[in-house]
């Protein structure tokens, strides 16, 4: 039975955790055997392993910021929200920020600054950040929202604060919305999901900034939708080589770079994969296939864990993977919290 709503909201927020933790241990790592995935998840199930928890990364630090900012101050706040990152920076800067993104933050958390979109405008030479840096905490967007366009609208301006290259917001919208498709249960047709996905992003990168900002880095007129549709290609094909997905669409930090390759990972696995155990379900799968890409891993399984968590619930997250991750019961609550939110009239 398909899982209902409650249980969508928690494992887009659980999954998203899970995968910033669990994909932490091979972040820049430029070649994942198979092997060392699957040892790294088996260990998860071993209670006498020493380590200790998983921590989570700057993903989940900043994901939290969003979702507390939203449940106190819906629609939008961005200088609540703003306020927000910058505190939690401050609170906790060793959490794997991005060299750029750390600059952003220290000025964002001046009680002089005015315009809160102001320090992301600036960054690189005026062109903004186009990382994965919005993408990555997109998901609660995808939860406070009902409509396709207020999700699109303020998941845009959530990666504002922080990323003001066109690349950059319209990846957190891309994967906000992959998220909100999921948990409606849009993945059940994988080919109307992608579809949907492209003309979404048709008519976002229309857009005369975001044209411009195409040309300005010499990336085709209509980036996403052309990643999007190449997603598509390696969909219909019967097999897959891990080594294609990383030259097709990309492993690294920028959003363009993973935010279609985390969509990848989901839909590839939605399906039993040679290599995988056969005891793996679908969420579990997903988070093994991201890591085994390499590049920004912690973050291209936060999205992939989203997006499944959203389409296969909580109830399909081994209770082992859940202990083993710093900030899962709090991801949780706030799963909970937006979903009674949701349900008001
Ligand atoms: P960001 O805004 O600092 O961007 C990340 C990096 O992308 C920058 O430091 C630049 O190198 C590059 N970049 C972004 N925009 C431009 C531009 N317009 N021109 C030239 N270079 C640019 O940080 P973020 O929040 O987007 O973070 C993205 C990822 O990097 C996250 O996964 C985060 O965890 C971080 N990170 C990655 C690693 C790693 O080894 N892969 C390590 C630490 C942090
Ligand atoms: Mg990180
Ligand atoms: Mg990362």
Redesign the pocket.
Known sequence: AAPVMLSRFRGALVGSVLGDCIGGEF?GAVDVPLDRVLQHLSALDDDTRGEGILQY?D?TAMMRCVAESLLTRMPFDEHDMARRFAKEFNFAPGR?YGSGVIQVLRKLASPHLKDVFQPAQVQFGGRGSFGNGGA?RAAPFALAFRSRADVCKYSRLGAMLTHSCSLGYNGAALQALAVHLSLQGALALPKEFINKLISEMEEMEKDETAQHDAKALNLSEFPYCSRLHRVKELMDRNSVSIEEVISELGNG?AALQSVPTAIFCVLHCLEPRAGLPEKFRGLERTIAYSLALGG?T??IACMAGAIAGAHYGIDSIPQSWQKSCEGVEEADDLARRLYDLYCLP
Do not use: L, N, Q, V
């Open positions: 972040e990364s993903d794997g990555m930090i920004d912690d973050t």
